[in-house]
RNA sequence: GCCCCGGUAGCUCAGUUGGAUAGAGCAACGGCCUUCUAAGCCGUGGGUCAGGGGUUCAAAUCCUCUCCGGGGCGCCA
């Protein structure tokens, strides 16, 4: 719709480009809105007092040529110049049958599009460490990236969605290293547990499969273990060398071998957990992508050795330095330590390396809000690359904080101490809490009221959307129960019957829809999806409590019943985009 | 110190590339169930858009300074 009114002021243009009334070189980026206030006419156009000013002549006239050199349409029932110069589009009627129509014939298609054309498109999200089960604050990051993903996919993109997996780092070592170190434990070995270590209650978990699996066959004695470790911090030590110290004593003792199968016995165990986690949120992925795989199959080497070969490297202190700053970023950056390994940034360069030669047109990344600093580092080493670092766009989820009986939850994954989203999801439900994720823009601080996202009332919003549907679905039930029909293709030539203003605005409101999907798709933000949902759902509850549906008129009732199914077909569709469930009783 | 995000009604937040009289939910107050589920509807009150300056036909929106809140600034991941 507002493609077509942008076409015809765009003859418009045109036509006074060619009579002289407009200048003929005249660049025009015409904008149609949808008008806040339906007094102001249904669309409207600032064209007249954009131009105005190179046109040097007043907008009001201009407006006035412009409207009278529009060709005529059959959707456009008349043109008013308001305010200052608007142009203001009031449609026929049936226009907004014709929206009525495509929701129930498309049915969940309705609201689909084929803006991109199909186009290939990456959408990286979560990617937590797998050191622990996902908390809450990853919980936002897979609810956002997944419906961005589903918004993407509706507007025509072939998307695929993707889970980094940290499964090389010395994160991975540390927790390989605390099982090992619970597993000691459950040997009977008296130990004080490093303050590095990973301390939740999962680790002694994985601990306890591998003293199943292997009995004491993995028990060392702790004045082995310990040789030649520094102090922890409890005896004044340093953690860091101290953790560090562990590790190399444990793959000592071990072998690589059997340090291996302790250290993929971690990673398999948590990844297990954080793959059914996400499933059974309702998040999917087309592939779990290995950082391992990168330093195996010699991409990270490639990477630095393209980088190095740029021009924008040198070595200072024994570790090889990426001269970021050439573009722009604060500090240079290591890609090599000095005791030969290579550096977290050196395997995000490789990643990134790859995923643009997987040929994307564009490459999502969805990212904490705590990682913000790394988004100049990343795009510049895409850039000294050759590459174009325009094709990667990083989305900075900001923290939900969790509330609680009003007090605020504070978390550490160090500690063990934090909220799952397991146990959130037990708590108020998937639903509800896929909902509450993406009601905010993501740039914004979310405050997540636990009590409110499981309250089964009027204060909970989900509901009342889903509420929406439900109503629906009864009255459909109620009229079987009468003995009554409903006649789809009858209603479809009856709509003009509706001439409520609650039916008006339902219907103006269901045309809508595929905008809103659209918006939300490019502008990466499903909020505007879920402010719709609730507006339509309101504007569904008015019309149900002023007028009866089920009425005598047999013309009358299937237009209403047109209408409201029409109705349920978006909110279904929109519920579904969201990650969100259309029940059809309450 | 530098960088990022935010500051809009009592609370939580919307507000499209700058547009017409700044909106919604919750909370508060007053109404509506003999009628398709009251998890609903209708009505009332509530604002220095943090503050100053600037840009223009037009600023909550863009620029600048100040104040306040959160986060980030490792050869960690």
């Given at each position: 719709?507002?493609?077509?009114?942008?076409?015809?002021?765009?003859?418009?243009?045109?036509?006074?480009?060619?009579?002289?009334?407009?200048?003929?070189?005249?660049?025009?980026?015409?904008?149609?809105?949808?008008?806040?206030?339906?007094?102001?006419?249904?669309?409207?156009?600032?064209?007249?007092?954009?131009?105005?000013?190179?046109?040097?002549?007043?907008?009001?006239?201009?407006?006035?040529?412009?409207?009278?050199?529009?060709?005529?349409?059959?959707?456009?029932?008349?043109?008013?110049?308001?305010?200052?110069?608007?142009?203001?589009?009031?449609?026929?009627?049936?226009?907004?049958?014709?929206a009525v129509m495509q929701a129930l014939q498309q049915g969940k298609h309705y609201g689909r599009s084929?803006?991109?054309?199909?186009?290939?498109?990456?959408?990286?999200?979560?990617?937590?460490?797998?050191?622990?089960?996902?908390?809450?604050?990853?919980?936002?990051?897979?609810?956002?990236?997944a419906t961005?993903?589903d918004l993407?996919e509706a507007?025509?993109?072939?998307?695929?969605?993707?889970?980094?997996?940290?499964?090389?780092?010395?994160?991975?070592?540390?927790?390989?290293?605390?099982?090992?170190?619970?597993?000691?434990?459950?040997?009977?070995?008296?130990?004080?547990?490093?303050?590095?270590?990973?301390?939740?209650?999962?680790?002694?978990?994985?601990?306890?499969?591998?003293?199943?699996?292997?009995?004491?066959?993995?028990?060392?004695?702790?004045?082995?273990?310990?040789?030649?470790?520094?102090?922890?911090?409890?005896?004044?030590?340093?953690?860091?060398?101290?953790?560090?110290?562990?590790?190399?004593?444990?793959?000592?003792?071990?072998?690589?071998?059997?340090?291996?199968?302790?250290?993929?016995?971690?990673?398999?165990?948590?990844?297990?957990?954080?793959?059914?986690?996400?499933?059974?949120?309702g998040?999917?992925?087309?592939?779990?992508?290995?950082?391992?795989?990168?330093?195996?199959?010699?991409?990270?080497?490639?990477?630095?050795?393209?980088?190095?070969?740029?021009?924008?490297?040198?070595?200072?202190?024994?570790?090889?330095?990426?001269?970021?700053?050439?573009?722009?970023?604060?500090?240079?950056?290591?890609?090599?330590?000095?005791?030969?390994?290579?550096?977290?940034?050196?395997?995000?360069?490789?990643?990134?390396?790859?995923?643009?030669?997987?040929?994307?047109?564009?490459?999502?990344?969805?990212?904490?809000?705590?990682?913000?600093?790394?988004?100049?580092?990343?795009?510049?080493?895409?850039?000294?690359?050759?590459?174009?670092?325009?094709?990667?766009?990083?989305?900075?989820?900001?923290?939900?904080?969790?509330?609680?009986?009003?007090?605020?939850?504070?978390?550490?994954?160090?500690?063990?101490?934090?909220?799952?989203?397991?146990?959130?999801?037990?708590?108020?439900?998937n639903d509800a809490?896929r909902f509450?994720?993406v009601?905010?823009?993501?740039?914004?601080?979310?405050?997540?009221?636990?009590?409110?996202?499981?309250?089964?009332?009027?204060?909970?919003p989900v509901y009342y959307i889903q509420y929406a549907h439900a109503r629906v679905a009864s009255v459909m039930r109620?009229?079987?129960?009468?003995?009554?029909?409903w006649?789809r293709?009858?209603?479809?030539?009856?709509?003009?019957?509706?001439?409520?203003?609650?039916?008006?605005?339902l219907m103006?409101s269901i045309s809508r829809y595929p905008?809103v999907v659209?918006?939300a798709?490019?502008?990466?933000?499903p909020?505007?999806l879920v402010h719709y949902l609730r507006d339509l759902a309101n504007e569904f509850h008015?019309y149900y409590?002023?007028?009866?549906f089920?009425?005598?008129?047999?013309?009358?009732?299937?237009?209403?019943l047109n209408l409201i199914q029409a109705a349920r077909q978006v909110i279904a569709n929109g519920l579904e985009l969201l990650g969100v469930s259309a029940p059809d009783s309450m």
């Amino acid at each position: 719709m507002k493609h077509q009114l942008s076409q015809l002021l765009a003859r418009a243009v045109d036509q006074l480009r060619s009579d002289g009334t407009l200048p003929a070189d005249l660049e025009v980026d015409i904008a149609v809105e949808r008008t806040r206030d339906r007094q102001h006419g249904d669309y409207a156009s600032n064209l007249a007092l954009v131009l105005a000013k190179t046109a040097r002549t007043n907008p009001r006239e201009l407006a006035h040529k412009l409207m009278q050199a529009l060709p005529p349409s059959e959707t456009v029932a008349r043109v008013e110049i308001a305010g200052p110069g608007f142009i203001n589009f009031f449609l026929a009627a049936s226009a907004w049958h014709r929206a009525v129509m495509q929701a129930l014939q498309q049915g969940k298609h309705y609201g689909r599009s084929d803006l991109g054309r199909q186009r290939p498109l990456q959408v990286e999200f979560v990617s937590a460490n797998p050191t622990g089960p996902l908390h809450v604050g990853h919980g936002r990051g897979a609810a956002y990236g997944a419906t961005v993903a589903d918004l993407l996919e509706a507007v025509g993109y072939r998307v695929h969605r993707e889970y980094y997996v940290n499964d090389a780092g010395r994160q991975m070592d540390i927790l390989a290293t605390s099982i090992y170190l619970r597993y000691l434990e459950l040997c009977g070995e008296d130990l004080s547990f490093p303050a590095n270590g990973y301390q939740g209650d999962y680790v002694w978990d994985i601990g306890a499969t591998l003293h199943r699996k292997y009995g004491d066959a993995l028990r060392q004695p702790l004045t082995e273990l310990l040789r030649g470790v520094p102090a922890d911090e409890a005896q004044g030590g340093d953690k860091e060398k101290h953790i560090d110290g562990l590790i190399q004593r444990c793959r000592q003792l071990l072998g690589e071998e059997r340090y291996r199968e302790v250290f993929d016995l971690g990673l398999e165990s948590i990844l297990d957990n954080i793959r059914r986690d996400l499933e059974e949120f309702g998040v999917h992925y087309d592939e779990w992508f290995s950082e391992r795989s990168l330093v195996d199959d010699g991409s990270v080497e490639r990477a630095i050795e393209r980088l190095k070969a740029s021009g924008h490297t040198y070595v200072k202190d024994g570790a090889l330095w990426f001269r970021s700053t050439d573009y722009g970023d604060e500090k240079d950056r290591v890609l090599v330590r000095d005791n030969g390994q290579t550096t977290y940034f050196s395997s995000d360069i490789a990643y990134h390396m790859n995923k643009l030669e997987r040929g994307y047109e564009r490459v999502i990344d969805i990212w904490g809000a705590d990682h913000h600093g790394y988004v100049p580092r990343v795009k510049a080493a895409l850039q000294a690359l050759g590459d174009d670092a325009d094709r990667l766009d990083v989305l900075l989820v900001q923290f939900a904080i969790l509330y609680r009986g009003g007090k605020r939850l504070q978390m550490s994954t160090r500690s063990g101490e934090f909220v799952t989203l397991r146990e959130l999801r037990r708590e108020v439900g998937n639903d509800a809490a896929r909902f509450f994720y993406v009601m905010r823009k993501c740039e914004q601080h979310m405050d997540f009221d636990l009590d409110l996202a499981k309250s089964r009332s009027n204060e909970n919003p989900v509901y009342y959307i889903q509420y929406a549907h439900a109503r629906v679905a009864s009255v459909m039930r109620q009229m079987e129960e009468k003995g009554l029909q409903w006649d789809r293709d009858h209603g479809e030539r009856q709509l003009h019957l509706l001439e409520e203003a609650h039916e008006d605005a339902l219907m103006v409101s269901i045309s809508r829809y595929p905008e809103v999907v659209e918006a939300a798709a490019v502008h990466h933000e499903p909020h505007l999806l879920v402010h719709y949902l609730r507006d339509l759902a309101n504007e569904f509850h008015t019309y149900y409590n002023a007028h009866q549906f089920l009425v005598d008129d047999q013309a009358l009732r299937d237009a209403r019943l047109n209408l409201i199914q029409a109705a349920r077909q978006v909110i279904a569709n929109g519920l579904e985009l969201l990650g969100v469930s259309a029940p059809d009783s309450m």
